[in-house]
């Protein structure tokens, strides 16, 4: 059984960072991308962050050069490198996998708040 776990979410002030994390069991080495989606209430989960097993990534746009995703193969974690964070950001975030047979996993969500 897969089980992604994220922790490292919270309240920050804007303009400020965060860094939350997602830990797999059992090894990310099994999923071909990972990744992290936010969602707003009343809204469709929307892509934030994705990284291959090769490490190219994309983002979405309201978060290019502010957002770095990056994975530690030897840890099984997926982290978010969050900057410069804004009011608007303020949404509960999940991480993804999908495993070589195009299987989804998610995980519990975390919370972040951007407030003053």
């Known amino acids: 059984q897969v089980q992604l776990v994220e922790s490292g979410g919270g309240l920050v002030q804007p303009g400020g960072s965060l860094r939350p994390s997602c830990a797999a069991s059992?090894?990310?080495?099994?999923?071909?991308?990972m990744g992290w989606y936010r969602q707003a209430p009343g809204k469709q989960r929307e892509l934030v962050a994705v990284?291959?097993?090769?490490?190219?990534?994309n983002y979405a746009d309201s978060v290019k050069g502010r957002l770095t995703i990056s994975r530690d193969n030897a840890k099984n974690t997926v982290c978010l490198q969050m900057n410069s964070l804004k009011p608007e950001d303020t949404v509960v975030y999940y991480c993804h996998a999908r495993d070589w047979g195009w299987v989804d996993y998610w995980g519990q969500g975390t919370q972040v708040t951007v407030s003053s």
């Open positions: 990284i291959g097993s090769g490490g190219s990534t």
């Open positions: 059992g090894g990310i080495f099994r999923f071909n991308a």
